[in-house]
């Protein structure tokens, strides 16, 4: 399935630029760059709703490389690179996109109080990732995990639990960050993709077009929902939480450690000969008898392997930290990468310890 930020294919910036709804984008003069220009334009409803708003397209280019920078300082990949020449241009790195949109929400509002019936602004108990097709012909539904499998939206080498640790790690380190501006993150938008190397990052932007931000001591929208509802100015509305993150400098060391846990599960490789298996195997098949019962009959052992599962604790600032911490550890010391296999599972936020 084509995607955005995959569009342009020439190289050498000659490429006729691809107009999205808020960007432009043409293939930069580096190989694997893109040059993106972020637009003017506003819309809402699908693209029912559009209007042009001067010096929009250079606020939402300032926040995103705010964001990105920040994210990257934190060990979150992304696709900023630089900024462009012009207040609203940037460099990206060309993403093969995935194309499912990522939401968080920390607050119930908009679509998910409309499909579950939930009180406007309840507080979620805890931070909820939900992941929507990106397809304009559809209206971008949501889709069940499940069905992006079924569907092969994720590429080989990345797993569901990859977007949704990203997509908490970003909702961590940016709730911490607005909330010291007095800034309520209520949900976002996210949208991923693989670099020419196979690393997986964040795309497209991380803009009040993208968010749902209130004022936590009046309530009053920060965000895109002033231009959706019709309930104020959006460039006097962006420039105020400019204005309020400038005001209020903040950095990740104040982040609290929080504590992880999983199970780091060791095996040896399909194609190794595993004597100790093979026997075990052997054994069984010739003396397991299945209970006389219909439920069992036509039942046998095929294959018994041994694993190693190591219940794992770590302390981390944020999701991705902990996923990276885990899976450095089940490479090695944990496993013997030239014999065996080893994956991470069951990983969860223990309890913050500060
Ligand atoms: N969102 C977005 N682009 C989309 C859909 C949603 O940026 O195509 C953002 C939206 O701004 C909000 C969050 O994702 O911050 C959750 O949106 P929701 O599902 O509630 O959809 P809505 O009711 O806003 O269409």
């Not at 993150?245 to 399909?270: C, E, F, H, M, N």
Request: aromatic share 6%; with cysteine; net charge negative.
């Amino acid at each position: 399935m084509p995607t955005v930020m995959e569009t342009p294919t020439a190289i050498g910036g000659t490429s006729v630029p691809f107009q999205g709804k808020s960007k432009e984008l043409q293939a930069g003069t580096v190989a694997n760059t893109l040059w993106v220009t972020f637009k003017n334009d506003a819309t809402a409803f699908n693209g029912e709703k559009h209007a042009v708003f001067e010096g929009k397209g250079a606020l939402n280019k300032a926040f995103t490389q705010q964001f990105f920078e920040l994210l990257e300082s934190a060990g979150i990949p992304t696709c900023w690179l630089s900024t462009g020449e012009l207040p609203e241009t940037a460099v990206y790195r060309t993403l093969q996109m995935i194309p499912v949109e990522v939401v968080v929400r920390n607050v119930a509002q908009g679509s998910l109080c409309k499909r579950l019936g939930l009180a406007e602004n309840t507080i979620l108990k805890a931070p909820l990732v939900e992941y929507f097709l990106k397809s304009d012909a559809l209206g971008d539904p949501a889709i069940p995990p499940s069905a992006i499998t079924e569907l092969g939206l994720l590429p080989s080498r990345v797993c569901l639990k990859q977007l949704e640790w990203m997509a908490l790690a970003v909702n961590t380190i940016l709730s911490a960050r607005f909330k010291a501006a007095g800034v309520t993150l209520v949900d976002f938008k996210l949208e991923m993709g693989l670099d020419s190397e196979g690393t997986l990052r964040l795309g497209d932007e991380l803009s009040p077009d993208g968010c749902r931000l209130q004022d936590a001591a009046s309530g009053q929208s920060l965000d895109k929902d002033v231009f959706r509802k019709g309930t104020g100015d959006l460039i006097e509305t962006y420039q105020a939480l400019a204005g309020k993150l400038a005001k209020s400098p903040w950095d990740l060391s104040t982040l609290p450690i929080q504590t992880y846990t999983g199970v780091v599960v060791v095996q040896s490789r399909a194609n190794i000969l595993n004597p100790q298996s093979r026997t075990l195997t052997h054994t069984l098949q010739q003396t397991f008898v299945p209970a006389a019962s219909s439920l069992l009959e036509g039942g046998a052992i095929q294959q018994v392997d041994s694993q190693k599962r190591f219940q794992v604790s770590i302390t981390a600032t944020h999701h991705w930290q902990a996923l990276a911490l885990f899976n450095q550890l089940a490479d090695e010391p944990l496993s013997n990468p030239v014999i065996e296999d080893a994956f991470v599972e069951d990983i969860t936020l223990a309890k913050e310890r500060s």
